[in-house]
C-alpha cells in the first residue's frame, strides 16, 4: 500500500502530515473488509458466505468503514514514523469520509525532537562547591555501623526502664464507658517505636521489674486500626526488660564485619566511603551546572511531550522515595508549588536532554552493545539479579530504547565535563554560576547521572 505523504513543518517541533489513498486502493481494502465479513457473518435467512455484499453494506457500511479507515491510518503512520524523532502522542486532525472508488485522506499531528545548533559547548568554566568531610562525620557513620549489629539482652539487675527497652509487659485497657478494649497477659513494647500501643510508654518508664502503674494515655497511631486515637485508662506491669545493647567498636567485631586492619581499619575504610560519597556528590552538582549552563545558554522550545514524560519518571521516583521512607505512594499529594517545582525540574531535563542529544550527534558520540551490557550489569548488581534477568524485562517492556538513550546522555554529559574548565568553591563561597543547594539538588536528580557502581558496606 503507498501512501501519498506530504510533511508540513508547523514549527520547530510540529509536524503536519498529510496523507492521501488513490482510490482503487481504497476500493481494494474495502472490497477485502468486505469479503473476510462475508465469511465470518451471520444473517438469518443467507447460508454462511452466501451474504450478497449489498446486505452487507445496509447492515456493517458503518462499522466497517470505521474498522478500514482505523487500519489505514495506522498503516499510514507506522510507514511515516520511521522518519520523525517523535517526541508525543500523534492526533488526528483532519479524516475524510470513506468511500470506495474514492481518495482517502487524513492529517495526523505530532511533536518531534527540535533541531537545534549548540553554542560553545567546549570549554566552559562550571564552578561548584566541594563538601567536607571531619572526623565526627566519620564517628557518626562509626555508630551507625555498630548500631546495625545492637544485641538483646535480659536486664538482671534492678535498674528501671530506660527509653531504648524493650519491655514485656501485662497490659490492659479500658475505655472511658469501662469496657475492657484489651487485654495482654504479656505484649512487647518498644520504648523506642511502639506499633501496636503507642502513648503506652509514658507509663513504662521508670518502672522496675515487677512494678505496675495505672493511667490516662492516648493510644496514638495504632497499628490496630480499632485502637487509633482512642482515650483509654491503662494498667502496665513489667514482667521483664530486655536492653538493645550496641557493641563497642574493637578489632575482633572490625573482624566479624569483614573489615581489614582492625578498628582503625574499619575506620579508614568509612572514612574512605564517605569521601567517595561526597566526591560524588560535587560530581553530580558539576554536572547539574553545566547542564545549567548550556540550557541558559541555548533557547528553543521544547517538546510537551518530552516534558511529560519526564515529568512522570520525576513523580515515579518520588513516589519510590516515600515508599522507601515508609509513606503509602497512593496517598501521595504535592502542593501548588511542590507542582510547579516539578513541572521546571521536567522541562529543565527535557531540554538537557535535547541538548546532549544534539552534541552526541554532531560529535559522533554513539552507545555500543558494550556500554549497554555494562549498564545492565550495573542495574543487575544494584538490584542483586542476574543480568540475563533485567535484559528480559528491559525487552518484556520494550525499555532497551529509553535505557539506549540514557546511556548516550550519560557519555555525552561525560564527554563535556572533561572538556569543561571546572572550578571548585569552599561550601558557602557561592558565584552567580551557581545554583543554590535545593535547585542544584533538583537539576542533578533531573539530569544524567553516572552512579558509582561499587560494592559498599552498610554505614
Known amino acids: 500500500m503507498s501512501f501519498d505523504l506530504k510533511i508540513e513543518e508547523a514549527s520547530n517541533i510540529q509536524r503536519r502530515l498529510r496523507f492521501t489513498l488513490d482510490g482503487a486502493q481504497v476500493a481494494q481494502e474495502l472490497d477485502r473488509a468486505y469479503s473476510n465479513l462475508g465469511r465470518s457473518a451471520r444473517i438469518p435467512g443467507f447460508r454462511p458466505g452466501k451474504i450478497p455484499r449489498n446486505v452487507l453494506e445496509q447492515r456493517f457500511s458503518k462499522s466497517v468503514q470505521g474498522e478500514v479507515s482505523q487500519r489505514l491510518i495506522s498503516q499510514g503512520w507506522q510507514q511515516a514514523v520511521g522518519d520523525l524523532e517523535v517526541a508525543g ?5 483532519e479524516q475524510s469520509e470513506l468511500r470506495r472508488g474514492e481518495p482517502f485522506s487524513f492529517t495526523i499531528a505530532v511533536e518531534v525532537k527540535p533541531s537545534i545548533e549548540v553554542k560553545d559547548y567546549t570549554g566552559l568554566e562550571v564552578r561548584y562547591p566541594v563538601g567536607s568531610l571531619n572526623d565526627d562525620d566519620v564517628e557518626r557513620a562509626v555508630k551507625r555501623r ?57 507509663l513504662l ?42 557493641p563497642e567498636l574493637n578489632d575482633e567485631l572490625a573482624a566479624e564485619l569483614k573489615y581489614e586492619g582492625g578498628a582503625a581499619g574499619m575506620r579508614n575504610a568509612i572514612r574512605a566511603q564517605l569521601q567517595e560519597q561526597v566526591d560524588e556528590t560535587a560530581k553530580n552538582q ?12 541555548n533557547e528553543f522550545e521544547v517538546p510537551s511531550g518530552m516534558v511529560n514524560e519526564q515529568h512522570q519518571a520525576l513523580l515515579e521516583e518520588l513516589r519510590i522515595r516515600r515508599a522507601y521512607s515508609g ?13 510547579a517545582d516539578l513541572r521546571e525540574r521536567a522541562t529543565f531535563a527535557a531540554r538537557a536532554s535535547c541538548i546532549l542529544m544534539s552534541v552526541a550527534k554532531k560529535e559522533g558520540i554513539e552507545a555500543q552493545d558494550a556500554d549497554i551490557q555494562k549498564k545492565i550489569q550495573e542495574i543487575a548488581e544494584l538490584r542483586g539479579q542476574a543480568a540475563e534477568a533485567i535484559r528480559g524485562y528491559l525487552d518484556r517492556d520494550d525499555a532497551m530504547g529509553t535505557l539506549k538513550t540514557r546511556i548516550l546522555e550519560e557519555k555525552t554529559l561525560e564527554w563535556l565535563m572533561e572538556r569543561s574548565k571546572l572550578v571548585e568553591e569552599k561550601p558557602g563561597q557561592g558565584t552567580a554560576e551557581s545554583a543554590p543547594a535545593a535547585e542544584a539538588e533538583a537539576e542533578a536528580e533531573a539530569a544524567p547521572k553516572k552512579k558509582s557502581t561499587k560494592k559498599k558496606k552498610d554505614e
Not at 558539576?286 to 545558554?297: E, G, H, I, P, W
Not at 509513606?327 to 507542582?339: G, I, K, V
Open 146 to 202: 555498630l548500631q546495625s549489629q545492637v544485641k538483646i539482652e535480659e536486664v538482671t539487675d534492678d535498674r528501671p526502664v530506660a527509653g531504648t527497652d524493650l519491655v514485656i509487659t501485662e497490659l490492659t485497657l479500658t475505655d472511658k464507658d469501662g469496657n475492657e478494649i484489651a487485654n495482654e497477659p504479656g505484649t512487647m513494647v518498644n520504648m523506642q517505636g511502639e506499633r501496636y500501643y503507642p502513648g503506652i510508654e509514658s
Open 327 to 339: 509513606q503509602d505512594p497512593r496517598t501521595m499529594r504535592l502542593s501548588d508549588a511542590e507542582a
Open 205 to 246: 518508664v521508670g518502672l522496675k521489674k515487677d512494678e505496675e502503674k495505672r493511667g490516662s494515655v492516648t493510644i496514638g497511631d495504632s497499628a490496630i486500626e480499632s485502637l487509633k486515637n482512642v482515650e483509654a485508662t491503662a494498667r502496665v506491669k513489667v514482667i521483664g526488660i530486655q536492653a538493645q545493647v550496641v
Open 286 to 297: 558539576a554536572r547539574a551546572n553545566l547542564l545549567r549552563v548550556l540550557v541558559d545558554a
Open 89 to 93: 502522542e500523534p492526533a488526528i486532525e
